[in-house]
């Protein structure tokens, strides 16, 4: 089952505003900022990837998490928390 968190994806739409970045830009920043931060080459965070996060409350592997968590200075329960996802069923294409 896949989870969707349409609470983390406000938060990283209103944190990602609030820095002036689109998607794309912040995609951009945030490999520019993989060379030398804690997370290494592996950082990359596509546009495609933040959008789905905002849009459809898509939840990314922990990696991910961890990237878009400490760019924003924050933990990646601060975004992520258990209580806010939502198990969806992709047979039926509804939250359960």
Known sequence: MALIDKYAGAVIARERKLRGHSPESLAEEIRRQAKTAPWGARGAVD????????????????????????????????????????ELDRREGVAC
């Open 47 to 86: 546009a495609h990837t933040i959008r789905r996060i905002e849009k459809r409350g898509h939840v990314p592997g922990m990696r991910v998490q961890f990237v878009l968590a400490h760019y924003f200075g924050m933990r990646p329960d601060q975004i992520w928390d258990p209580a806010h996802s939502v």
